[in-house]
T-cell receptor, first 117, second 113 residues
Framework: EADIYQTPRYLVIGTGKKITLECSQTMGHDKMYWYQQDPGMELHLIHYSYGVNSTEKGDLSSESTVSRIRTEHFPLTLESARPSHTSQYLC????????????????FGEGSRLTVL | DAKTTQPPSMDCAEGRAANLPCNHSTISGNEYVYWYRQIHSQGPQYIIHGLKNNETNEMASLIITEDRKSSTLILPHATLRDTAVYYCIVTQGTIQGAQKLVFGQGTRLTINP
């Protein structure tokens, strides 16, 4: 069982609100990721982090921001939510495999389903 | 990363082997083949990965053709709980160890009783 947790699982909020989606992992993984997935559609990488104090933009442009102050924690924030932000947000982590080795698996959380009215 | 092609959907009878194909004709020598699955919008779950040799674990087997242009994921005895979207991903893998996977449309596998 992967030890990666996302809260809240479901969130319904009004336009203009600030929201933070929490993601925590207890596996000591240095790499963490945020993917966005609309219903029935593909997953898209929106943010990732190599480790503490590292954040990078993913392949899909997003108005959200992330921070990585602690190894185990990788929260995603929307300063002013809009209906276009309605989606599922999936957090994942992976460990550094060592020099010359390929990364192993990504461990995903259960997701946070956001609805902005 | 190389592009992959998978059938959009497949059906399989419960208890039978499910064979999911994936074409990756532009794969390069240092790219791996990964398989993940996603059950009903939960977070994707890693299944298996390989470079050129066939691989087997407790979940599935991965058969990669000798020219590496295609592969097949085999679930030996499919159960109803194997109903999911299965993603075939080809990637070089890491930049400083970050596994930036690109998920396509995948194959929606339905296991029928």
């Amino acid at each position: 069982e992967a030890d990666i947790y996302q809260t809240p699982r479901y969130l319904v909020i009004g336009t203009g609100k600030k929201i933070t989606l929490e993601c925590s992992q207890t596996m000591g993984h240095d790499k963490m990721y945020w993917y966005q997935q609309d219903p029935g559609m593909e997953l898209h990488l929106i943010h990732y982090s190599y480790g503490v104090n590292s954040t990078e933009k993913g392949d899909l442009s997003s108005e959200s921001t992330v921070s990585r102050i602690r190894t185990e924690h990788f929260p995603l924030t929307l300063e002013s939510a809009r209906p276009s932000h309605t989606s599922q947000y999936l957090c994942a982590s992976s460990e550094y495999p060592g020099t010359g080795r390929i990364s192993g698996e990504l461990f995903f959380g259960e997701g946070s389903r956001l609805t902005v009215l | 990363d190389a592009k992959t092609t998978q059938p959009p959907s497949m059906d399989c009878a419960e208890g039978r082997a499910a064979n999911l194909p994936c074409n990756h004709s532009t794969i390069s020598g240092n790219e791996y083949v990964y398989w993940y699955r996603q059950i009903h919008s939960q977070g994707p779950q890693y299944i298996i990965h390989g470079l050129k040799n066939n691989e087997t674990n407790e979940m599935a087997s991965l058969i990669i053709t000798e020219d590496r242009k295609s592969s097949t994921l085999i679930l030996p005895h499919a159960t109803l709980r194997d109903t999911a979207v299965y993603y075939c991903i080809v990637t070089q893998g890491t930049i400083q160890g970050a596994q930036k996977l690109v998920f396509g449309q995948g194959t929606r596998l339905t296991i029928n009783p």
